[in-house]
């Protein structure tokens, strides 16, 4: 336990900066935990500090929490938009463009955003604007 200690304490330290105190975050803590049921989420411990005006009483906890719940779990979105992309490549690889390629990888990373569009009016608006460019 001693040895976890010194751990992060060394990870919550930057030069001689510190964010929190891991020495009062442990105490605070143990306190904090009489208040909050054994199953919440951090979410909602950091909820019930907000509402209840404990957060200046649980400052390094406030902290923590706050960082906890602000940082990615994983990078998954980005390793999605690498796999995607080598989809496309490997299937059409021969016959594309990098414009082209680079068009259907943010139509597939974008999946979400590209139900909302409504596909008629867009094919309304190219088709006209390249028919105005025809020549007579």
């Not at 919550?12 to 306190?31: Q, Y």
């Amino acid at each position: 336990l001693h040895q976890q200690f010194r751990a992060l304490v060394t990870v919550l330290t930057h030069d001689d900066m510190r964010d929190i105190d891991a020495s009062d975050l442990g105490d605070e803590l143990k306190a904090l935990s009489r208040y909050i049921s054994a199953g919440s989420t951090p979410k909602a411990a950091l909820e019930y500090m907000c509402t209840n005006k404990m957060t200046t009483l649980f400052s390094n906890a406030f902290v923590a929490l706050r960082m906890l719940l602000t940082l990615p779990v994983t990078v998954a979105s980005g390793e999605h938009s690498f796999s995607k992309l080598t989809l496309i490549k490997t299937h059409l690889r021969s016959t594309m463009t990098q414009e082209r390629l680079v068009g259907l990888a943010t139509i597939s990373v974008e999946h979400e955003l590209t139900q909302t569009v409504d596909l008629q009016e867009q094919v309304q608006i190219f088709a006209t604007k390249k028919a105005r460019k025809a020549p007579l």
